[in-house]
C-alpha cells in the first residue's frame, strides 16, 4: 500500500514536471502541495462565514417558501471576482477537481458545527440525463463527494432527479426561474425520506428558485428536514 502511494506520488511529480497545473482563480503554476488553487488565492477568498451564523441573511430568501433547517454557503460570488472564475472551470471546462476539492474544504468547516452534525445523507441537485450526457458529470455531484468525505456523510443520486430538460437559468427572472423548474424534480424511494435530515448541495445560490423546487417535491414526498450547502451565493 506505502509502495503504491510513493509511485503514484512520483507519478504526479513526474507528470506536473512536464504539464504543470495552474491556478483555477489567476493562473500562475501550483506549486507542490497546492491543489486547483494556489495558497495566495486559498488565503484571500471571499469566505462568508455563514455556517456559522444559524439565523444568517440567506435564511431570508427561503422564509416563507419552504421550510430549511439550515442554509450556508461558501463564498461571495461577484461578477467578475476569483470565484467566478473558479465556478466557470467547475462547470464549464471539466474541472471536476475544483468541486471535489472546495467541497471537502467546506465540508471539514461545516462538521464543526454543531447544526449540521445531524445530516443522514447528502443530496446533490439532479441534472436531467441529456444534459448529464452533454456535459459528462453533475458538478453538484463533484461538491457532493467531497463534502461526504469529509462530513464522513454519504451521498445519494437516487432519491432526487431531475425528469424535465430545462434551459439555463443564467438570464432568467426570478418568478421565470421558478416557472422554469417547478415540476422538473422527481423524489423517488419514499420510504428513505420520512424522518430523515438532507443536505442538498449545489454550486451557487441565486434566487433559489431552482433548490425551493427540489425542496418541495422532497416535502411532499415524505417531509424530510433539509439544509442547504452551496459553494458560492450571489453577492
Known amino acids: 500500500m506505502m509502495m503504491r502511494v510513493k509511485i503514484k506520488k512520483h507519478l504526479h511529480n513526474l507528470l506536473s514536471?512536464?504539464?504543470?497545473?495552474?491556478?483555477?482563480?489567476?493562473?500562475?503554476?501550483?506549486?507542490?502541495?497546492?491543489?486547483?488553487l494556489c495558497l495566495e488565492c486559498m488565503l484571500h477568498l471571499p469566505e462568508t462565514h455563514y455556517h456559522q451564523e444559524i439565523n444568517n441573511p440567506l435564511q431570508l430568501l427561503f422564509r416563507g417558501r419552504v421550510q430549511v433547517e439550515n442554509i450556508a454557503s461558501l463564498l461571495f460570488f461577484k461578477k467578475g471576482n476569483q470565484v467566478q472564475k473558479i465556478l466557470h472551470s467547475l462547470k464549464y471546462n471539466g474541472n471536476q477537481q475544483i468541486g471535489e476539492y472546495l467541497g471537502y474544504y467546506y465540508g471539514k468547516q461545516l462538521a464543526k458545527e454543531a447544526h449540521f452534525q445531524e445530516i443522514d445523507c447528502i443530496l446533490p441537485v439532479?441534472?436531467?440525463?441529456?444534459?448529464?450526457?452533454?456535459?459528462?458529470?453533475n458538478q453538484s455531484e463533484c461538491i457532493a463527494k467531497g463534502l461526504s468525505n469529509a462530513m464522513g456523510i454519504p451521498y445519494c443520486t437516487d432519491i432526487l432527479v431531475r425528469?424535465?430538460?430545462?434551459?439555463?437559468?443564467t438570464k432568467k427572472?426570478?418568478?421565470?426561474?421558478?416557472?422554469?423548474?417547478?415540476?422538473?424534480f422527481a423524489a423517488n424511494n419514499p420510504e428513505q425520506i420520512?424522518?430523515?435530515?438532507?443536505l442538498i448541495c449545489d454550486d451557487v445560490l441565486t434566487t433559489g428558485a431552482t433548490l425551493e423546487a427540489a425542496i418541495s417535491k422532497l416535502k411532499n414526498a415524505g417531509n424530510?428536514?433539509?439544509?442547504?450547502?452551496?459553494?458560492a451565493v450571489a453577492n
Open 17 to 36: 514536471l512536464f504539464y504543470p497545473q495552474s491556478c483555477v482563480a489567476c493562473g500562475n503554476t501550483l506549486q507542490q502541495n497546492e491543489h486547483s
Open 126 to 137: 439532479p441534472l436531467h440525463p441529456k444534459k448529464m450526457k452533454l456535459r459528462g458529470y
Open 163 to 169: 425528469t424535465t430538460f430545462t434551459d439555463t437559468q
Open 173 to 184: 427572472t426570478r418568478f421565470n426561474r421558478w416557472t422554469n423548474v417547478e415540476h422538473v
Open 194 to 198: 420520512t424522518g430523515k435530515h438532507f
Open 224 to 231: 424530510p428536514k433539509i439544509s442547504i450547502v452551496t459553494l
